[in-house]
């Protein structure tokens, strides 16, 4: 109940938190309080994280280009008939609550108030701000290429027409700020347990997420750019990512109708179940004899994990209705969390880096063991200790044969273990390393999964000058054209 009185405060903070007293001055603008509060502006830049996981039941695009869901009702999405991405929310509610954190902490005539100070000490305020505005900064780039940066929530000094920045341009600067961020942590300092709804008030886990965040921008320079890559890896890496589950970036639904699960209001209040594991990831789990085949998905009435074949035609559906489904673990209550980035993602990222020579080499087949070990270890009421060593044995996925094999099997991995996590970042490895072979159904007008997603209008449309400067220096806006990092060729 105390989360859930939280969560209802930080969206009246959205539009205000000043009042309206007695009337006396209506020259006040509600919506711009005088004094906003960091704390519930902070918990609302938290509410949206975990839409680069799952984003909704409408059209859960970030599971479904990494293929790992597949329609069961009707096929609108899987298709990729939908491509443009509406970045408003981002900008207007999320990155502009923690533009105003970082200027209240700064301010000197704000820095020492109370509305301020209840959050956490100043630095620690900045630096967290810092970090979670780099992750959402860094998914909206990875998705779209060029977008409004440098000069972006900038409307209260004039500018309502923002440049798009190059994504070579906003990643530098990301690294710059993240590294920033990274110094400005206070370990001693104190940061609100309560209002952070991530990671509870505890600077150590932010300072890893920081670090891993860098880390995963940086091997995707690994093409374009490596050996800025390795020079902006190897200083994150140094700094200590995320090692153990503890530390993973989870967020934690409410049983509350306007923060619930969205597979739960889908599957239990909709009873609707749209959506099920793809035959594609079901397919390569059972190859594998992988564990995780138990913890993803329930076996239809037959006892067999039939997945449903991604973007089949709407008259084939009727076939496939008994089904896999998802296991319970992703719906089964309204408060069902979900885990974003992992630890296993970010030692896998490790392992690829030490193969490139980027850290210890000699650490790599390292890295990958606790990589699978720690995504084993995210199920572990299913999967046994005693699960690993056959598992590993198998010629498939032992660490064997060339880098570039390696690399590969490093990728699969990395697949294996995002399901219903960070569906952009499996994305983004499926551009760069074309690991897994994955292709649209038979319901697409494409030959390809999209390279990017198409600009929203609405996003462009009072902007038109830079948004047709930005077309002109990246590529026709189209899902051909690919980002600044992905130069592989994945056809």
Not at 94 to 115: G, H, V
Not at 184 to 211: P, R, S, V
Not at 352 to 367: K, Y
Request: charged share 20%; glycine share 6%.
């Amino acid at each position: 109940m105390k989360k859930i009185k939280l969560l209802a405060w930080a969206f009246a903070a959205l539009v205000g938190m000043s009042g309206c007293g007695d009337f006396g001055d209506l020259t006040v603008d509600p919506n711009n309080p005088s004094s906003p509060e960091t704390r519930f502006l902070f918990t609302r830049a938290c509410m949206d994280v975990y839409t680069f996981a799952y984003n909704d039941n409408y059209n859960p695009w970030t599971q479904l280009f990494p293929q790992y869901l597949s329609e069961r009702q009707n096929i609108q999405y899987s298709n990729f008939a939908l491509q443009d991405f509406d970045t408003r929310a981002y900008y207007y509610r999320i990155l502009q609550n923690l533009k105003e954190i970082i200027t209240l902490n700064t301010d000197e005539a704000t820095m020492n108030e109370s509305y301020v100070l209840q959050l956490g000490s100043n630095n620690n305020q900045i630096a967290v701000a810092r970090t979670l505005r780099a992750y959402y900064f860094m998914h909206l780039t990875d998705v779209l290429g060029m977008i409004p940066y440098s000069e972006a929530l900038l409307g209260e000094e004039g500018n309502f027409t923002p440049k798009y920045d190059t994504q070579e341009e906003i990643y530098t600067d990301l690294d710059k700020e993240l590294t920033e961020a990274y110094a400005q942590f206070e370990d001693g300092g104190d940061f609100n347990t309560t209002y952070d709804i991530l990671y509870g008030g505890d600077i150590a886990k932010w300072k890893k997420l920081n670090a891993s965040l860098r880390m995963m921008m940086a091997i995707k320079l690994s093409d374009v750019a490596p050996q800025t890559g390795q020079e902006r890896f190897a200083r994150a890496y140094a700094d200590g990512g995320m090692t153990d589950n503890e530390d993973a970036l989870v967020y934690n639904f409410v049983n509350e109708e306007t923060n619930q699960n969205p597979l739960y209001d889908n599957m239990i209040v909709g009873a609707r179940r749209d959506f099920a594991p793809s035959k594609t990831i079901l397919d390569q789990l059972i190859a594998y004899n992988d564990p995780r085949l138990e913890a993803y998905a329930d076996p239809n009435s037959e006892g067999q994990y039939e997945g449903v074949p991604f973007g089949i035609l709407q008259s084939d559906i009727s076939n496939y209705q008994d089904c896999a489904v998802f296991d319970p673990r992703y719906y089964e209550a309204q408060n069902t969390p979900i885990t974003i980035i992992s630890p296993s993602h970010i030692l896998l990222i490790q392992a690829e880096a030490a193969v490139r020579g980027w850290i210890d080499a000699s650490q790599a087949e390292n890295f990958y063991r606790q990589g699978i070990q720690a995504s084993f270890g995210q199920y572990s009421d299913v999967i046994d200790d005693s699960d690993f060593a056959p598992y590993y044995a198998q010629p498939e996925i032992a660490f064997t044969g060339s880098d570039q094999e390696k690399i590969e099997k490093i990728a699969m991995q990395r697949w294996l273990a995002n399901f219903m996590q960070d569906g952009v970042e499996a994305w983004s490895d499926w551009r760069r390393l074309n690991v897994p072979k994955i292709y649209p159904g038979v319901s697409a007008s494409i030959s390809h999964i999209p390279y990017r997603r198409i600009y929203y209008p609405d996003d462009y449309s009072t902007n038109m000058a830079n948004y047709e400067a930005a077309i002109a220096a990246q590529g026709a806006d189209s899902f051909e054209t690919r980002v600044w990092w992905d130069v592989a060729d994945n056809d």
